[in-house]
């Protein structure tokens, strides 16, 4: 994993991977900062998170969340 990948937690509370965030969306990575910015392709920031190097660090701060992949809709609850 290079140092701009890792993990974030979406606004439905779903945990992505910042190399394939889905939604056509990109991430720009801060990794010195923690910062995930979630921007669409022209550059409009639409989220912004904390980012966590790997799943482990999600645990370790007490975050229950379910991974999803890059193909599951932003804004819909998983299975729907």
Known sequence: MDS????????DGNLRRTDDPGGGYVCEVDSVARYVGVKTPKGVLMHEATLY???????KAGIRAQLVPGSHPWGQPEGL
């Open 4 to 11: 701009t990948a890792g993990f974030f937690v979406d606004w």
């Open 53 to 59: 190097k790997d799943e482990a660090a999600v645990a």
